[in-house]
T-cell receptor
Framework: QKEVEQNSGPLSVPEGAIASLNCTYS??????FFWYRQYSGKSPELIMS????GDKEDGRFTAQLNKASQYVSLLIRDSQPSDSATYLC????????????FGAGTRLAVHP | DVKVTQSSRYLVKRTGEKVFLECVQD?????MFWYRQDPGLGLRLIYF???????EKGDIPEGYSVSREKKERFSLILESASTNQTSMYLC??????????FGQGTRLTVV
């Protein structure tokens, strides 16, 4: 079983809609969770961090964490064509070294 | 702002060459990582370092080694480059809150 799983997509949404991206993880002891955005040919860019159950909002982005279900999601409100990118979920594994493991990413396409 | 700098953006090397990829961070972070990214496979961890001269193997260390002689610099070494090591290589530096910041990436082609 992969440690961090995401649907590869593409997820296609119209401009102005809400995009919902999902991620599940296997290690129940994980404590830190991240969403990265990666444009084609570029390196990943951190957009959200979440550490506690519930929602965390930052502008048009909301991260949601449910540790009991081992589930992390990212909502993008009022989606724009510039949001078209691959979104990577990352989980910091428990233990001494905080090793960061990534999902394979979900490709989001926002069409006008 | 955290700055992570990789020495090369694009690199072309011949099979069998020894290849050095350099990464420097300016935030005094203890943890640094090397990943490779291939289409459909996501980011795979090659090695990470949690302090000077300390290192741990990641998921795909075969064919690679690393060096961390100073806290700000983490080097990835391909001992004898092979065509299956053609990939995008990404270095990251990690804060105490476990957030990782990436360099611009090195696209390595081995011919």
């Amino acid at each position: 079983q992969k440690e961090v799983e995401q649907n590869s997509g593409p997820l296609s949404v119209p401009e102005g809609a809400i995009a919902s991206l999902n991620c599940t993880y296997s290690d129940r002891g994980s404590q830190s969770f991240f969403w990265y955005r990666q444009y084609s040919g570029k390196s990943p860019e951190l957009i959200m961090s979440i550490y506690s159950n519930g929602d965390k909002e930052d502008g048009r982005f909301t991260a949601q964490l449910n540790k009991a279900s081992q589930y992390v999601s990212l909502l993008i409100r009022d989606s724009q064509p510039s949001d078209s990118a691959t979104y990577l979920c990352a989980v910091s594994l428990p233990g001494g070294y905080n090793k960061l493991i990534f999902g394979a990413g979900t490709r989001l396409a926002v069409h006008p | 702002d955290v700055k992570v700098t990789q020495s090369s953006r694009y690199l072309v090397k011949r099979t069998g060459e020894k290849v050095f990829l350099e990464c420097v961070q300016d935030m005094d972070h203890e943890n640094m990582f090397w990943y490779r990214q291939d289409p459909g496979l996501g980011l795979r961890l090659i090695y990470f370092s949690y302090d000077v001269k300390m290192k741990e193997k990641g998921d795909i260390p075969e064919g690679y080694s690393v060096s961390r002689e100073k806290k700000e610099r983490f080097s990835l070494i391909l001992e004898s480059a092979s065509t299956n090591q053609t990939s995008m290589y990404l270095c990251a530096s990690q804060t105490s809150g476990h957030e990782a910041f990436f360099g611009q990436g090195t696209r390595l082609t081995v011919v």
